[in-house]
T-cell receptor
Framework: DTGVSQNPRHKITKRGQNVTFRCDPI?????LYWYRQTLGQGPEFLTY????????KSRLLSDRFSAERPKGSFSTLEIQRTEQGDSAMYLC??????????????FGEGSRLTVL | KNQVEQSPQSLIILEGKNCTLQ??????????LRWYKQDTGRGPVSLTI?????NTKSNGRYTATLDADTKQSSLHITASQLSDSASYIC?????????????FGTGTQLKVEL
């Protein structure tokens, strides 16, 4: 499967714990995006990378959130000191150079976080 | 303010029936508009893209329309199937000095029943 891969698919954690999600984009895609989605809502932008550079971060990305893409390939999203409000689906998406122009994103299956 | 509003919020129809989903946007300057289908627990998948010059585009049983003057788009599903049950998300792409920006609607949750 050469699509966008995310893991883990599901994560249940206790409030205050740290969690990390990984995203492997489509190999030739240079842009990588993180979104958060809660039930009944559309995806909300968190941050995106062009190669290894993090070019934009949403105000939704508090200081407890950090994302990296160290070698311009896979990316990680870490949430420190999780809160119940962090419970959501975390979606990763990637796009090619031409796909970026048309706004075409290829999404992964998502990582669902439940904070107890 | 750049916004995308979708209606209805949810819809239940019988298998074989048609339905139309609406998307109104205030995003400017407009670049293009996409409809995504998101199955429960999965990531969204692009169904179709509408550019400024396109009024109607079909993809199988899905037909999208765009009226750039009134800033409205619709997605019409013909002869619905159980597998059409999903959330349909309208996403508008706008051009900014920093590049393209995507604005997502909240989606229409469609359920097709026997």
């Amino acid at each position: 499967d050469t699509g966008v891969s995310q893991n883990p698919r599901h994560k249940i954690t206790k409030r205050g714990q740290n969690v990390t999600f990984r995203c492997d984009p489509i190999s030739e895609h240079n842009r990588l995006y993180w979104y958060r989605q809660t039930l009944g809502q559309g995806p909300e932008f968190l941050t995106y990378f062009q190669n290894e550079a993090q070019l934009e971060k949403s105000r939704l990305l508090s200081d407890r959130f950090s994302a990296e893409r160290p070698k311009g390939s896979f990316s990680t999203l870490e949430i420190q000191r999780t809160e119940q409000g962090d419970s959501a689906m975390y979606l990763c998406a990637s796009s090619s150079r031409t796909g970026w122009i048309t706004g075409e994103l290829f999404f992964g299956e998502g990582s669902r976080l439940t904070v107890l | 303010k750049n916004q995308v509003e979708q209606s209805p919020q949810s819809l239940i129809i019988l298998e074989g029936k048609n339905c139309t989903l609406q998307c109104n946007y205030t995003v400017s300057p407009f670049s293009n508009l996409r409809w995504y289908k998101q199955d429960t627990g999965r990531g969204p998948v692009s169904l179709t893209i509408m550019t400024f010059s396109e009024n109607t585009k079909s993809n199988g049983r899905y037909t999208a329309t765009l009226d750039a003057d009134t800033k409205q788009s619709s997605l019409h599903i013909t002869a619905s199937q159980l597998s059409d049950s999903a959330s349909y998300i309208c996403v508008v792409n706008r051009i900014t000095g920093g590049g393209n920006k995507l604005t997502f609607g909240t989606g229409t949750q469609l359920k097709v029943e026997l």
